[in-house]
């Protein structure tokens, strides 16, 4: 089955600073890729997602990047605020049986300090 | 209704006791999953449902996890003779149609076993 790898664990940036949080995976027919944001003791939520169609995708100052060869994707976040500290997880799917079944990383604690 | 509700948000249980816990999810909702988050951990997934057929339980890690969804809407998930092990935030996520992609999360149920 699917297997996804998350780094680093935790990251520390200042203010105005990017951060950046890989993932790596193993099934290659996954074609769907999500990055939720967590903060503690919420629910976990949305913030961007790629297809295997797209080799790229940003949304203001946060982007991600998909290399289907190497099997890995990336969440760039530019222009850190404190209010951007949370844990952050990917995750990946495959359509099987008719549904997709998300598979996350083990998530990346963000402190942003200003 | 808006959102994923879930409920109890916290439920303590003495270990042996049988606890269920309830998702509500978005009205129109096919897709449901339940997932188990452990402290500092990614979710991993439990179980899906579409409709009220439960199409994958492969990540239920026992015979004491026991899921349903009777009629298509409202889904428990129930633990029998529960264990210290069982402790963790217990997620719910549903999507429109069945094969569904984009999740929303509920806030989740914290089982915390003594």
């Excluded at chain 1, 100052?61 to 605020?81: C, D, G, P, W």
């Excluded at chain 1, 951007?84 to 998300?102: E, Q």
């Excluded at chain 2, 092990?85 to 929303?104: F, I, K, P, R, W």
Aim: hydrophobic share 30%; proline share 4%.
């Amino acid at each position: 089955g699917e297997n996804v790898e998350q780094h680093p664990s935790t990251l520390s940036v200042q203010e105005g600073d990017s951060a950046v949080i890989k993932c790596t995976y193993s099934d290659s027919a996954s074609n769907y890729f999500p990055w939720y944001k967590q903060e503690l003791g919420k629910r976990p939520q949305l913030i961007i997602d790629i297809r295997s169609n797209v080799g790229e995708k940003k949304d203001q100052r946060i982007a991600v990047t998909l290399n289907k060869t190497a099997k890995h994707f990336s969440l760039h976040i530019t222009e850190t605020q404190p209010e951007d500290s949370a844990v952050y997880f990917c995750a990946a799917s495959r359509s099987s049986g008719g549904y997709n079944k998300l598979i996350f990383g083990a998530g990346t604690r963000l402190a942003v300090h200003p | 209704g808006a959102g994923v509700s879930q409920s109890p948000r916290y439920k303590v249980a003495k270990r042996g006791q049988d606890v269920a816990l309830r998702c509500d999810p978005i009205s129109g909702h096919v897709s449901l999953f339940w997932y188990q988050q452990a402290l500092g951990q990614g979710p991993e997934f439990l179980t899906y449902f579409q409709n009220e057929a439960q199409l994958d339980k492969s990540g239920l890690p026992s015979d004491r996890f026991f899921a349903e969804r009777p009629e298509g809407s409202v889904s428990t998930l129930k633990i029998q003779r529960t264990q210290q092990e069982d402790s963790a935030v217990y997620l719910c996520a549903t999507g429109q149609g069945s094969g569904a992609n984009v999740l929303t999360f509920g806030a989740g149920s914290r089982l915390t076993v003594l």
